[in-house]
Structures are given as C-alpha cells and as structure tokens.
C-alpha cells in the first residue's frame, strides 16, 4: 500500500535552532518526492522537489536529503526563525497513473522566541 | 500574476444546499486539482483535469462535480452538501501535471456544513 508517514506530529523548537522533519514512504514506483510549506490559514507552497537520482536539494535555509534506497526524506531547518512556524507536508508521486501524488499528514513546527 | 485564486474564502451551508466553490488561475497551466484536508489528514485529491474539458475523479469525487470549460477556471460544485463535507479545500495548478512539476496552491475555501 502507498504511504507516506512523517515525524514528530508536532515539533516545538527555540528561535534560532536548527531542527529535522523525517518522512518515510513506501511509494512505488516512485517519481519525486517534494516538501511543501503550510502555514495557518493558507495553501501549501513548494520547497524543493527531489527526483531519484537527486540526494540532497536546498531553498535557502531549508535543505532536503532523500534515500531512495531506505526510502526515507529529511528536511533541515538550520537558524530557525518565527516565520518557519508552519506544517511541512511530505508529498511522494510515482510514475503511473493520473492520481498519482501520496501526501503525508504533516509536522507541525512552532518556533517560540 | 495572481497565481491561484479561490472564492470564497468562508462558506456555511445547511446540510442539502447546493453551492459552486470558484477557482481560477492565471499562469495557463493545463493541470488543475480540487484537495480536501480535514485535521489528522493528508491532502486527499476530489477530482482533476489534464485540460479544457478533460476531467477525471480522483480519490473521494463522491457528491462533488467539475467542469472545465476554459485554461482558467476549475469550478467545484456540491450538490447537496453534507455534514461529512466540511473541510478545506483547496484548489491547485500545475504546468505539466501532478508528478512533473510543483502544484501551486490557492488559499483555499473554509466550508462548514451544518
């Protein structure tokens, strides 16, 4: 079955510290796999986008890893601000198919000052 | 550009009422996407379309339908709205379909069904 789980549910950190959001998925056949950004109240916005001969990808202060191998994806967050406070939402898409993307059900990062 | 744009933006609805919700975007991408997302969820795909009238259900299209009749607009229609339809919804683009190229999301329509 495809799925996409990500860790903590809900993550807590000190303005200016770096954190680490995880996802593991069993998607296949994989295509990309993609962070989005969700802050209260508004759509998801795109991160970065991986595809499978891609291991590490970065939009300035967000930098993304994927092992396709383990199938795991991690998104680093270094020197945190408060506007990082959002959802991350983990996104995997196969190659097959017109309803082809796999969300998670996010992280929840508050950055506390 | 206005990027995806979505009306309204909070809607309340007795259970049994019809209502459209209104998207539109000004990027001319072919792809278009109706999500639903509810608390402990993720975003979970009602219906598509690869183009001007093209569409397609995707993975909960029950008591929801779609149109396309132009590049810009990707209306969503209930039918008879239900209290198991409230949610957020929100409407997306894309350039070269869900798998190839990041969707653009709009803000997104706040329904609640009573």
């Known amino acids: 079955k495809n799925q996409v789980e990500q860790s903590p549910q809900s993550l807590i950190i000190l303005e200016g510290k770096n954190c680490t959001l995880q996802c593991n998925y069993t998607v296949s056949p994989f295509s990309n796999l993609r962070w989005y950004k969700q802050d209260t109240g508004r759509g998801p916005v795109s991160l970065t986008i991986m595809t499978f001969s891609e291991n590490t990808k970065s939009n300035g202060r967000y930098t993304a890893t994927l092992d396709a191998d383990t199938k795991q994806s991690s998104l680093h967050i270094t020197a945190s601000q408060l506007s990082d406070s959002a959802s991350y939402i983990c996104?995997?898409?196969?190659?097959?198919?017109?309803?082809?993307?796999?969300f998670g059900t996010g992280t929840r990062l508050t950055v506390i000052p | 550009n206005a990027g995806v744009t979505q009306t309204p933006k909070f809607q309340v609805l007795k259970t049994g009422q019809s209502m459209t919700l209104q998207c539109a975007q000004d990027m001319n991408h072919e792809y278009m996407s109706w999500y639903r997302q509810d608390p402990g969820m993720g975003l979970r795909l009602i219906h598509y379309s690869v183009g001007a009238g093209i569409t397609d259900q995707g993975e909960v299209p029950n008591g929801y339908n779609v149109s396309r009749s132009t590049t810009e607009d990707f209306p969503l229609r209930l039918l008879s709205a239900a209290p198991s339809q409230t949610s957020v919804y929100f409407c997306?683009?894309?350039?070269?379909?869900?798998?190839?190229?990041?969707?653009?999301f709009g803000p997104g329509t706040r329904l609640t069904v009573t």
């Open positions: 996104v995997v898409s196969i190659q097959t198919g017109a309803n082809n993307l796999f």
């Open positions: 997306a683009s894309s350039k070269q379909g869900q798998a190839k190229s990041p969707e653009y």
